[in-house]
């Protein structure tokens, strides 16, 4: 991209507490293991008494829930595999280390989510058009202690860091949980003092419409990361404006903004100084921004001076063959 003029490049600049890095050292990192095998503890226990109770009261509702804390269950797995992956060092053609190993197990959560999904929702619907006989009580009483139990593993997950995608997943997911086991209760609460079976189908389609909306969640977000898109919140365009503002820029192209992984954002970009312009203190200048105004301190940076005769039309040909994306110059 180079032609000869002064280059100054910089990359992957030290990390501000408080800017999404707080948890990476050991003992943040231990903290947030050590909460979540407790709640997956708390998760596994009950959801063994669920499906035995489930199927002796032919609650379709319980075994719903069960299914549900099986994803609550795969997911603080899926995120404990994923921190001991993400902590390995960067080694051999894995520059970035397994850091993403975190999104690909939140894809598989998701995906397994919609899965069990149209499974319940297939069944819930036969139980509505053919109910079957419901022990009202039994489910009642589980459902309230599975609350219990879920109040514990949502508290368990909030102490933990809720930055990483697949720790706001399970989190999200036991909380979801949660709201169905408050149907479920209200289902078994119909069935004991009407006689109403259909309630625990209807019950088991809320736990239904609550996986299938975890699931997209979870999907979009990590499917997000994977494309390379712009962090959430991150508009390109405006922020490449923003940069060609600083003083002594006279363009700045190939910018890309994109995220590792969660709490993670990294971006590259090539920046045109004035003739004689200081480079150095252009990049000090652009960094400071990213890192006060969007908390982005993961940056690679190539800063050049431009020639007095090029014309502003080709100066990002005469620096780079294949500029991708937008032009940004000063307004």
């Known amino acids: 991209m180079g032609t000869g003029h002064a280059h100054d490049h910089s990359s992957g600049h030290g990390h501000s507490p408080g800017h ?22 708390l998760i596994l226990g009950f959801m063994g008494v669920e499906v035995v109770v489930g199927v002796l009261a032919g609650s379709l509702a319980l075994l719903s829930d069960a299914a ?12 404990l595999i994923a921190m001991r992956l993400a902590a390995r060092p960067p080694r051999g053609g894995y520059t970035f280390g397994l850091k993403r190993a975190e999104i690909l ?15 319940l929702g297939y069944e819930s619907v036969r139980r509505l058009l053919h109910p ?13 202690a599975g609350i219990a139990v879920n109040l514990a593993a949502t508290w368990c997950l909030s102490r933990a860091n809720r930055t990483n995608l697949n720790v706001e997943g399970a989190f999200q997911h ?32 809320i736990v239904v419409a609550l996986m299938v909306k975890a699931g997209v969640s979870l999907l979009g977000a990590s499917g997000r990361i994977l494309l390379e898109a712009a962090p959430a ?4 365009d405006a922020l490449g404006a923003e940069l060609a503002c600083t003083p002594g820029v006279v363009e700045v192209h190939d910018l890309h903004v994109w995220q590792v ?9 090539h920046i045109l100084v004035q003739p004689g312009g200081d480079c150095h203190a252009v990049r000090r200048a652009v960094e400071h921004l990213l890192h006060e105004r969007h908390h982005i301190d993961h940056t690679t940076l190539q800063v050049d001076h431009t020639d007095e005769h090029e014309t502003p039309a080709a100066i990002s040909t005469a620096h780079c063959a294949d500029p991708h994306g937008a032009t940004y110059r000063p307004a």
């Open 20 to 41: 999404g890095h707080a948890h990476g050292h050991g003992v943040s990192a231990d903290a947030d293991r050590r909460w979540l095998s407790i709640a997956l503890a």
């Open 105 to 119: 197990s939140a894809q598989a959560n998701g995906i397994t989510l919609l899965l069990l999904a149209a499974w």
């Open 261 to 269: 992984t969660s709490s993670y954002p990294a971006l590259s970009a």
């Open 174 to 205: 036991i909380l979801n949980d949660l709201f169905a086991f408050i149907a479920t209760a209200v289902a078994g609460l119909v069935v004991l003092l009407t006689g109403f079976d259909r309630a625990d189908g209807i019950a088991s389609l």
């Open 68 to 79: 549900h804390m099986l994803t609550d269950a795969a997911a603080i797995v899926l995120a």
């Open 233 to 236: 919140g991150v508009d390109p």
């Open 132 to 144: 079957e006989a419901v022990a009202g009580g039994a489910v009642l009483f589980t459902a309230l």
